[in-house]
C-alpha cells in the first residue's frame, strides 16, 4: 500500500516524518559491553510516552473492587519486541504492569508506569471504583510501583464530584478498609505527574458567528485525537501567540478538579501544618485541548485516529469557515496567507502549569475567555498512523504469551 500524503501539512506529520528519516542503524552497537548496550535498549523505551484513555465501569449488581476497564484505543506493538533476544528482555522488563481490561476483563493491557499515562475519561460509580483501581495497579507490578502518571476529566462534573466525595474512613461495604486506605495514600505519595485534561468547546477552533470575538479559524489550538504515542515539547514550537487572545473556556473554571483533588490529599493528610506536603513530589498540570470526534445528522462520526481522518476533519473545518464567509457571517478579516503556512494544525494539548489561571478568574467567570498571550505553553504531539488501522477498543495479548 503507498503511503498516505496528507492534504493538509500538520505539525505531527512533519515532526514525525523527519524523526522517521533520521538513520536508525549503528553497526559497531553488537560491539558495545553488554551494560551499555542494555541502557540503550532502555533508553529507546523510555522515549516515547504512551497516552491511553480509559473508562472505569461496572455492571449492573456492582460488587465492591470488581470492575470492568474499557481502553478506547489500541496500542501498537513496540519494534524492540522483534529486535533480539536481549531487546525483547527489555521490553519485558519495561512493559511489566499487567491489567485486565474489557467486558468481564477477557483481555490484558501491559504497561509501563514509567512512560504511560492513564487517562480516566469517566467516573461511572463512586470514588470507591478509583481507589480499588489505583491500589491494584500497585499490586499488580512486580517492583511494586504501580501508576505515576494519572490524568483526569476536568470537563466534567463527576469527577470533582466523585473526588469531594472521598472518604478517609473506611467503608467495608465498598470493600474499602483500612488497609486499602494505606495503600491509596502511599499511591498518591508516589504519582509523578497529576494532569487536568479541559476540552475547550468547538468555537475554540472555529468562530461560530460574526459577534465571536475571532471570527475565522484558529490553528493555534491543538486537536485531540484517538492517538497513543506523544512526543512532549516544553515549549509550543508553533507561532501560537497572536492566536492566544480571548480562548474559549465557557465550559467551567479549569481549576475546579484541581480544588477537589487538593481537598482529597487534604483528607488523606498532606497539606497539614505537620509538614507531610513534602511527601508530595508530584507535578500538577492543566491540559486544553479541543475534542477531535465531530457528530452530524446522517452522516458517519469522524474522529481523528490517523493522518487520513486528520485530513477530513481539517477539511470539515476549513469548509465550515468558507461557507461562513460566503454566507456573510466572518466578516472584515482575513487569515494571512503566510501565518496558514506558518502555523500549522497539531493533534494534541496544551500544558500548562498549576496556577496558569489564578489571576483570570473575573474574566473566566464573567466571560468565559481568557487572554492567554505571553504564556509559553507545552505541547503533547501524537503521533499518528497514515491511515485508518483496525478501532476496537483494544488490542489484547503481550507479544511474548505465546513464545
Known amino acids: ?32 559491553p553488554a551494560e551499555v548496550r542494555l541502557e540503550i535498549w532502555k533508553s529507546f523505551l523510555l522515549a516515547r510516552r504512551r497516552f491511553f484513555t480509559v473508562r472505569l465501569a461496572t455492571e449492573d449488581g456492582y460488587v465492591a473492587g470488581q470492575y470492568d476497564l474499557l481502553v478506547e484505543q489500541k496500542p501498537r506493538i513496540n519494534q524492540l519486541w522483534n529486535v533480539c533476544r536481549e531487546s525483547r528482555a527489555a521490553a519485558r522488563d519495561h512493559f511489566r504492569l499487567p491489567i485486565p481490561v474489557g467486558p468481564s476483563n477477557t483481555s490484558t493491557l501491559w504497561l509501563s508506569p514509567e512512560s504511560d499515562y492513564l487517562f480516566i475519561r469517566l467516573f461511572e460509580t463512586k470514588i470507591s471504583l478509583f481507589i480499588n483501581f489505583i491500589n491494584d495497579l500497585k499490586a499488580s507490578d512486580p517492583r511494586g510501583v504501580g501508576l505515576l502518571h494519572l490524568v483526569l476529566n476536568g470537563s466534567r462534573d463527576r469527577t470533582p464530584k466523585a473526588l469531594r466525595a472521598f472518604n478517609p474512613e473506611p467503608d467495608h461495604t465498598l470493600g474499602i478498609s483500612q488497609d486499602a486506605l494505606e495503600t491509596f495514600k502511599k499511591c498518591i505519595t508516589d504519582l509523578q505527574s497529576v494532569w487536568f485534561i479541559k476540552f475547550l468547546p468547538e468555537s475554540a477552533r472555529v468562530g461560530l458567528s460574526a459577534f465571536h470575538p475571532f471570527a475565522g479559524l484558529n490553528r493555534a489550538t491543538p486537536l485531540f485525537p484517538h492517538g497513543i504515542e506523544f512526543d512532549l515539547f516544553s515549549l509550543d514550537p508553533r507561532p501560537i501567540q497572536p492566536s492566544m487572545k480571548k480562548n474559549e473556556v465557557i465550559w467551567g473554571d479549569p481549576r475546579d478538579v484541581v480544588h477537589a483533588w487538593v481537598d482529597m490529599e487534604r483528607k488523606l493528610g498532606f497539606h497539614n501544618e505537620g509538614g507531610s506536603d513534602n511527601e508530595l513530589t508530584r507535578e500538577i498540570s492543566h ?51 503566510e501565518r496558514k503556512k ?10 500548562f502549569p498549576l496556577g496558569t489561571f489564578d489571576a483570570w478568574q473575573h474574566i473566566m467567570m464573567e466571560e468565559g475567555r481568557l487572554d492567554l498571550r505571553g504564556l509559553q505553553p507545552g505541547l503533547g504531539l501524537f503521533e499518528l498512523p497514515q491511515q485508518m488501522e483496525e478501532t476496537d477498543l483494544f488490542h489484547c495479548e503481550r507479544p511474548w504469551a505465546s513464545s
Open 1 to 32: 500500500m503507498d503511503a498516505y500524503q496528507p492534504s493538509f501539512q500538520t505539525l505531527n506529520h512533519l515532526h514525525f516524518s523527519n524523526l522517521a528519516s533520521k538513520p536508525l542503524s549503528f553497526h559497531f552497537f553488537p560491539s558495545l
Open 287 to 337: 491540559l486544553l485541548t479541543v475534542g477531535a470526534t465531530r457528530w452530524a445528522p446522517h452522516h458517519p462520526t469522524l474522529e481523528v485516529r490517523c493522518d487520513q481522518t486528520m485530513d477530513a476533519f481539517l477539511q470539515l473545518e476549513q469548509d465550515r469557515v468558507h461557507k461562513k464567509y460566503q454566507d456573510g457571517e466572518f466578516k472584515g478579516w482575513q487569515e494571512p496567507e
Open 342 to 351: 506558518n502555523l500549522l494544525s497539531a493533534a494534541g494539548f496544551w500544558l
